[in-house]
Structure formats: structure tokens, C-alpha cells
């Protein structure tokens, strides 16, 4: 903690991961500033060293190759909204970053790096980049490294560690016949969401062929329901199994919070029937076509 | 590694077209420098959490909270407050003529944000629909108007920024 505190611009990754990897635990990364500035206004972070990496050209742009999108980590959510590869590739996390409270304002300087690394649970971005399975990379002293994001969430519910820069996020082109859907139940427009969920379906003809959910702002991270909807497989959708599955949804959540969002009984509820209403957008087919840059 | 470290940092910002070199404190906010050390008063602090939106400022013509944007980020930026839409002669600009006349504004304190992100709105998209201005007004809150006259003053400056829009609404 400090009153005075230091501030960095390093100029390239290199600079900035052997900057943190030389300062002690009271050193905090910063671009735009959207998560953090609102703590250190208020006095709860007072953070010894700002280390700017909001000038790194490394950790910028939306790139493709082969079937694979990689979208640094300092790409705005304005930008996720509307860069071309991302809205027709992956237009769920386009439709997801939509949702994001605070306005434009918010999303032009919001990155989505920030995003996740703040590990906050009632956030939008997690919950989709989960159910499309994405991967991110990570920079520290040890070297480039990647891992999936749901093994980055559960290692820690603290983030990265204050030596590890997240660099970009990686992320399979969705399929043709893939289909999506994402529910924010929220109590205004602005707001957190009281029970978000992404739902990504794959079909085969009338049926069913694989079902992934993930559920946000309902617990402490994200909850990953895949295996578990195993045995709705192979059917037509019917409001029955769309009931059923609000139930599994529901039973896979242990610990639900409770906070300004609502009461913990009634989040669980929720998060049973924002999962079915996601499922039934992403079976309604219109989803892909909604997507309003 | 210890000579990329400053309690400070030197930032070069035009603000509304004028050029300021500064050397601001780690940690201070973009409006606490508008504010204070440039005088632009019309930036407003409201909540200090990025809710409110009556700190909206442009950054490199992107609207922005000053209050969650830490000045010492902004090597080099273009800034637009309020102050910057009068003309020459200390004129409104046409969006700040239609709130005027559409009752765009009652207390006034959101009302520079809320005419900066109209601003930028209708920079990009001549022809906003209903829907297009709800959005891009998402990130202000105002507690007098009830936002009708809001999206209606946003509208009208549509129509006079732009006259071939007669029929929009």
C-alpha cells in the first residue's frame, strides 16, 4: 500500500514481464483502467506500481489462422462487438460483449484481457469464451504458456498472480451447425446480471447432438454443465427436456452468492431458467442473424 | 528494471484543440485533470464508479468516464469536453441547441455526457433508428428527464444535422 505510488510505461512485453517479475506483490497491471479505477478511487486497492501495458502493440489485434481466432488481449469490447472476424466467427462473445453494462463509454475502454484476469463473477465474457472451450495465453517469468480458461479459473478465483500478463485469447471458429444463445437476466438495463448463460448446441438434423452451458453471476465462477445434459442427446427439443435442463442447471450450482444481484435460493432458481431461455434462443435459429453491430 | 519507475508520468494532451504538456501523479483521473489543472469545468464528477456517466469526455473521438480513466494512460490523446462543441463565437453546437429545445435537459449535471455520446452516435450513423440511440445512451443516467426528451432532442439533432432525415422517428 502506498501514497506515493510509482508508475511504469514498459515498452514491449519483454520490458513489462521482467518489470513484474522484479517487483514485489504491490505492482498492479493496467490498460484501460475500467476495473481497476473505481477501487483505487475509492481507497479499497492502493497499489505501490501501475505497470501500464496499454501502449504494448503485442497485445493488440484480431487475428485468424486456419480455424483459430486470437484476439489480444487489449482489444476493446467495443471492438469485440463489431471486428468482422469475431461477429461471424465467434458472434456469441460479439452478442456476449453487447451485454456488458456502463455503455459505450465502458466499451471503448474496456479490454477484454481486463475482463477476464478481474475474475469477476457476475462478468459477461467469461461465461461465453467458456462455452465456445477457449483457450488463453499466458506471459511470466517461466515463458509463453497456454491453458484452457476454465483450468485458468479454477486454479485461482484471484487472477493471474501479479507476475503473469494474459496476452491473447484463443478461440475455435464456431461451426456452421453449431447454434447459441445468451440470456442476461438482469434488473435493469445497465446492471449486473442476476443470472447469465451461454448455451452453445450443436444439431443434427431435428435432434440433438451436443449441448454445453455455462453458467455466470450465480456462484463464485463460472459453472462449466456439459456432461451432465448427456442424456437429453439424440431427441428433438421438447419444452419437457427444456424444463429438464433448467433442472440439471439448476442442481449444478453448490454454492450460489447472494448479494445486491438477489438473495442466493432465488439466484439458483435463475440460473435454471436463464439456461433454458438461452437454450430456447439458441433452438429459435434467429440468433445468429440478431447480432446489431 | 528501477529507471522505468515515476511517481509521475508526462502526458501530451490536446484538449479541445488546445495543446497541454503535463506531469501528472500516478493514479489520478483524467477528470481530476480536466478539473483542476485545466479548468474544464463542465466535465462533471458524479459517482466515481463509472455508473453514471456524467464525466463522459472523448478520448481520440471515443467517448469515454474521465473518472475511471487514469490520466497517466493517455501518452497522447485528442480530448473533447463540452466545451470544445461552442463555435467560434461561443455558439451552441446543433445537438446542444436541440436539448435545448426539445427540453433535452432539466438539472443539467448528465447532460454534457449524455450530448457527448450523441455526439459520437451521430458521427458514425447519420440515421439512427430509436434503438440505436437507446444504445449508445446506455452509459448515462439521468434522474430528471425520464430520457424521452432525451432520445427525442437526439433525434432532432438528427434531422437538423442532417436535413435529408425528414423522416426518421
Known amino acids: 500500500m502506498s501514497l506515493h505510488p510509482m508508475y511504469a510505461r514498459p515498452r ?89 453494462g456502463g455503455g459505450w463509454q465502458v466499451h471503448n475502454r474496456g479490454t477484454i484481457g481486463g475482463n477476464i484476469v478481474s475474475m469477476h463473477p457476475l462478468y459477461d465474457i467469461a461465461p461465453a469464451l467458456l462455452a465456445l472451450d477457449a483457450d488463453v495465453e499466458l506471459l511470466s517469468d517461466k515463458g509463453l504458456q497456454r491453458m484452457s480458461l476454465l483450468q485458468l479459473q479454477n486454479d485461482s478465483s484471484h487472477g493471474l498472480g501479479s507476475s503473469s500478463i494474459l496476452t491473447k485469447i484463443l478461440v475455435k471458429t464456431m461451426l456452421p451447425n453449431v447454434l447459441w444463445g445468451y440470456y442476461k437476466l438482469k434488473n435493469s438495463a445497465g446492471a449486473y446480471g442476476s443470472a447469465n448463460a451461454a448455451a452453445v448446441i450443436q444439431m443434427d438434423g431435428e435432434k440433438i447432438k451436443s449441448i454445453r452451458i455455462v453458467i455466470g453471476a450465480v456462484s463464485e465462477t463460472s ?62 435459429n434467429l440468433t445468429t442473424s440478431s447480432i446489431k453491430r | 528494471m528501477e529507471d522505468l519507475l515515476d511517481t509521475s508520468a508526462l502526458i501530451q494532451l490536446r484538449v479541445d484543440g488546445e495543446f497541454h504538456e503535463l506531469d501528472v501523479l500516478a493514479g489520478r483521473t483524467l477528470l481530476d485533470v480536466l478539473r483542476d489543472d485545466i479548468g474544464k469545468k463542465g466535465t462533471h464528477l458524479g459517482c466515481k464508479t463509472g455508473h453514471c456517466g456524467a464525466c463522459t469526455v472523448m478520448i481520440d473521438g471515443k467517448v469515454a468516464k ?104
Open chain 1, 12 to 100: 514491449d512485453l519483454e520490458q513489462a514481464s521482467q518489470l513484474l517479475a522484479s517487483l514485489s506483490s504491490g505492482a498492479v497491471i493496467i490498460a484501460g483502467g475500467q476495473e481497476i479505477m473505481p477501487f483505487i478511487n475509492y481507497g479499497v486497492m492502493m497499489p505501490d506500481v501501475y505497470v501500464d501495458i496499454g501502449g504494448i502493440k503485442a497485445l493488440k489485434g484480431v487475428n485468424v489462422n486456419d480455424d483459430e481466432v486470437s484476439i489480444g488481449a487489449l482489444t476493446v469490447h467495443r471492438d469485440i462487438q463489431s471486428t468482422e472476424d469475431i461477429v461471424e466467427r465467434l458472434p456469441l462473445l460479439a452478442y456476449a460483449a453487447q451485454q456488458i
Open chain 2, 66 to 169: 474521465s473518472c475511471i480513466t487514469m490520466a497517466a494512460t493517455l501518452a497522447r490523446a485528442e480530448i473533447t469536453t463540452i466545451e470544445g462543441l461552442l463555435d467560434e463565437k461561443g455558439g451552441l453546437h446543433p445537438i446542444q441547441q436541440s436539448f435545448w429545445d426539445e427540453a433535452g435537459l432539466q438539472c443539467g449535471y448528465c447532460a454534457p455526457g449524455i450530448v457527448l455520446s450523441a455526439l459520437e452516435l451521430v458521427t458514425d450513423n447519420h440515421h439512427p433508428s430509436a434503438e440505436d440511440i437507446e444504445l449508445a445512451l446506455a452509459g448515462s443516467l439521468c434522474r430528471c428527464t425520464g430520457y424521452q426528451s432525451i432520445k427525442r432532442s437526439v433525434a432532432e439533432a438528427c434531422v437538423r444535422m442532417y436535413p435529408a432525415n425528414e423522416n426518421i422517428n
Open chain 1, 223 to 284: 459453472v462449466v454443465i456439459s456432461k451432465a445434459l448427456d442424456g437429453y442427446l439424440g431427441g428433438a427439443y421438447t419444452l419437457e427436456i427444456g424444463r429438464a435442463i433448467e433442472k440439471v442447471c439448476i442442481d449444478a450450482i453448490d454454492e450460489p452468492l447472494s448479494d445486491q444481484q438477489g438473495d442466493g435460493v432465488w439466484r439458483k432458481a435463475m440460473a435454471g431458467i436463464a439456461a433454458r431461455r438461452a437454450t430456447e434462443m439458441a433452438l429459435s
